[in-house]
Each structure stands twice: as structure tokens, then as C-alpha cells.
């Protein structure tokens, strides 16, 4: 399995990175919801794309609500599941999220173990 972190910190990336490889999947990070999209489309060419992108709602550049309706516009990624993991606890943010195509949220800051069983639930694979 592939994940990408999208986060504009560098250390959330670094914790997310950890959790990913304990569960043996392959990591790939973006600062921004840009850098992402133009990650995705090289790696759409390469038929490289992630099983999971997880995404940060708040960030400089392009945030996470503009890529994510980008994304599900796309018929090149609008299939890869997307997972929030914001520091955002507004009702409205967490439904738009859901309504745009969002499979699941995670609200900052959580442990090792609450981040692997969403990566887990988001890839159907439970726990």
C-alpha cells in the first residue's frame, strides 16, 4: 500500500511517516495541497499512485478542501481514498470534508496507534 501525508509541518509528516512504515506501506509527503497535485500527476504517468492520501485541511499555497475537490473532480485520483487528519474540530469543516468525498477525519493531535487504525479503516482493511 502507498500513503501520502499532505501537511504543511514537517513534523506531523515525520509522525505520520513513522506510523506508516511500522505498518509496512510506502511513504510519500507533500508540504501543500500544489506540490501534491503535481506529485500526483507524476505519479499518475507512472502508475504510481497512492492507496491513501492523508490531508491536512489548513495549509499555505493550496489547503486541503481545495485539493480534496480537485482530487474527486479528477478521473485520474478521484478513487484514491482521502482521510483528513486536521486540527479542525468545526462540524461544518468535518461534514463539507465528507460531502466533498473524504472517507474519514482525524482530529489533531492523536497517538500512533488512534493514526494506524484510521490509515486501517480508510484502506478497508480493519483491524
Known amino acids: 500500500m502507498k500513503i501520502l501525508s499532505v501537511d504543511d509541518s514537517a513534523a506531523t509528516r515525520l509522525f505520520i511517516k513513522q506510523a506508516v512504515l511500522v505498518l509496512g506501506c510506502t511513504f510519500n509527503e507533500a508540504e501543500n495541497g500544489r506540490a501534491a497535485f503535481e506529485l500526483l500527476e507524476t505519479q499518475a504517468q507512472n502508475n504510481e499512485l497512492p492507496d491513501l492520501i492523508l490531508l491536512d485541511l489548513h495549509m499555505p499555497v493550496m489547503g486541503g478542501m481545495e485539493l480534496l475537490s480537485r482530487?474527486?473532480?479528477?478521473?485520474?485520483?478521484?478513487?484514491?481514498?482521502?482521510?483528513?487528519?486536521?486540527?479542525?474540530?468545526?462540524?461544518?469543516?468535518?461534514?463539507?470534508?465528507?460531502?466533498?468525498?473524504?472517507?474519514?477525519?482525524?482530529?489533531?493531535?492523536?497517538?500512533?496507534?488512534?493514526?494506524?487504525?484510521?490509515?486501517?479503516?480508510?484502506?478497508?482493511?480493519?483491524?
Do not use: C, W
Not at 463539507?96 to 490509515?119: R, T
Open 71 to 127: 482530487l474527486k473532480e479528477d478521473d485520474r485520483f478521484k478513487h484514491i481514498s482521502i482521510t483528513m487528519v486536521t486540527t479542525e474540530l468545526e462540524r461544518e469543516s468535518i461534514v463539507s470534508a465528507i460531502d466533498l468525498g473524504a472517507v474519514n477525519y482525524l482530529v489533531k493531535p492523536f497517538a500512533q496507534e488512534e493514526l494506524i487504525a484510521k490509515i486501517m479503516e480508510s484502506l478497508g482493511m480493519g483491524l
